[in-house]
């Protein structure tokens, strides 16, 4: 049985999986300095994906150190990074990543970025391979599916990422991770959804006292 | 001790409170025959409050029949109903209700209706009055609080209504009954929210296989 095409992103209680913009996230002091917004920016990612930060096995794959929450949300961390057996990006969270992983790329499988540069693969230690693919989001699903065999791919992000494969009927499983959060401004997961064409089933959600994780099947309509 | 001040309303999962437009609610066959608008627009309001419409309790209190469900949900809606003291809306969700409510309201206890128009209260079989108040939200308030006594007050809705207490620092719990439907368009529940000023805690989370109920208590930040 072939693996299902599953999201899994945080959002903000207003509907916000990322601020304006995320300069903060690779700002050198000065510029944050000048530029009190990229603070603000910042400020907001953590609150978003502070529930993330705090487990075990985030940490640890992100290598930030010994600790961490070891409850239901680390499973679910933990459940999410083995399920994988692909990844699919946009070339922007791949750029950021690029400077934000540690050498030793959290994913341990390989990842598909939608990019229209060319690039020759991008091997790292620990079993992730980045390959960068040129013609399309169903080229990169195919090559992910084959890579993945029977295990699950995961549409990992951005937004625009996550949009393009929802529109496209292409998802099969929708896990939003809701933050205690009000952004107000910044980048809207759904933004453009085509909402005629995608009906959402219930199917579990999980709670602690930093995140509540809706999932649902994804199905045409 | 006082009551509490809560919101308890419906959300897309893409973060709309209510359609584009409520004429659909009130359209004759006619003006749905030349508009189909209005028809997408009621199919939209039904998938949000779908859940709502199912449950036993909402079916007796708005006169709809008998029968419904027992669950959990049927739980939480009557323990909404039960907790609230006063109420208080917005005049365009009044207008709805005046044509879409039985003669006996299904509130039970006294409702503040924030209006420009001036006009006596009106007051119901069961226990229900509309006292329509025109001096603003904090006015508002202080009646509903006096009124209600120990029990809490519900900002009813619409978003404008709630999001004016919630910007005014005013609301003390806020639950979201996320319904699993995607709108694309329609009222943002949290358009023009001061986010900077506004800090949610989980409190709970409860599901079923139609709903997701996010319950936060609300803070300065």
Redesign the interface.
Known sequence: MPGKVFVSIGMS???FSAPESMEGLLATPEQREQDPRLDHWMAQWMELQGWLFAQRFFQERLHLGEGGEEGSDNDIVRETFERTGANIMGKRMFDLGEHAWPEEAPFHVPVYVLTHERRSPWERPGGTTFHFVNDGIHHALDQAREAAGERDIRISGGSETVLAYLNAGLVDELS?S?A??????GT???EG????R?????L??K??????H?T?TVHPR
Chains 1, 2 share one sequence.
């Open positions: 209680l207003d509907g939003i809701v205690p959060v009000l952004f107000g401004a809207r997961l759904f959804v085509d909402a005629s995608i009906a959402l089933k219930p579990h959600s709670s602690s006292a930093r995140v509540t809706l649902y």
